[in-house]
Antibody, heavy 122, light 108 residues
């Protein structure tokens, strides 16, 4: 059974940093692209980043490019999101999601975690 | 960026009824790269449909997707109690991938 367990969320001041983790199990982690997707309170879904499994390419939307960095440790089956220069509009529940295929062109997300909450406030 | 507009915002139906959800794109979705997800309170989303009409593993056949270009539809033929949730469409044919704002299917 695929399991994705996010951690690392919390309260951080504007301009601060936070690193999220996602521990994966139940599949061969290195074979699949992985994503971070966020959901602001009471709002819809926003894609935040992608890292390929078979090619390790990284992609970001304009809203986080240059501030967020996605990475992975295949030996630990763990996905990370380093978030710097945080702003109030980064406040959201952050989900880790598994792609249905391996490279950085894989955008269908066939499994999701439960999310970790990031609150940016002074 | 492709904007997805879902309608209606809320659909009030009874178990056993048919649900028809719409997703309209601001420009044509390349290669019909359109997916649907459902989400229940306190849970992560669940993949239902990808490539417009392909059901994900384990998704019952009462769920079906259709459409092309800019207009897409998710149909639930007969609502079961577990189907009451929020539904999101996602396009992944353009960069960046984007999601619609969601349609809530609630019990009437």
């Amino acid at each position: 059974e695929v399991q994705l367990l996010e951690s690392g969320g919390g309260l951080v001041q504007p301009g601060g940093s936070l690193r999220l983790s996602c521990a994966a199990s139940g599949f061969t982690f290195s074979n699949y692209a992985m994503h971070w997707v966020r959901q602001a309170p009471g709002k819809g879904l926003e894609w935040v980043s992608l890292i390929g499994g078979t090619d390790s390419n990284r992609k970001y939307p304009d809203s986080v490019r240059g501030r967020f960095t996605i990475s992975r440790d295949n030996s630990k089956s763990t996905l990370y999101l380093q978030m710097n220069s945080l702003r109030g509009d980064d406040t959201a529940l952050y989900y880790c999601a598994k792609s249905d295929c391996g490279d950085s062109g894989c955008y269908v997300k066939d499994h999701w975690g439960q999310g970790t909450l990031v609150t940016v406030s002074s | 960026e492709i904007v997805l507009t879902q309608s209606p915002g809320t659909l009030s139906l009874s178990p056993g009824e048919r649900a028809t959800l719409s997703c309209r794109a601001s420009q044509s979705v390349r290669n019909n790269y359109l997916a649907w997800y459902s989400q229940k309170p306190g849970q992560g989303p669940r993949l239902l449909i990808y490539g417009v009409s392909n059901r994900a593993t384990g998704i019952p056949d009462r769920f079906s997707g259709s459409g092309s270009g800019t207009d897409f539809t998710l149909t639930i033929s007969r609502l079961e109690p577990e189907d009451f949730a929020v539904y999101y469409c996602q396009q992944y044919g353009g960069s960046p991938e984007t999601f619609g704002q969601g349609t809530k299917v609630e019990i009437k």
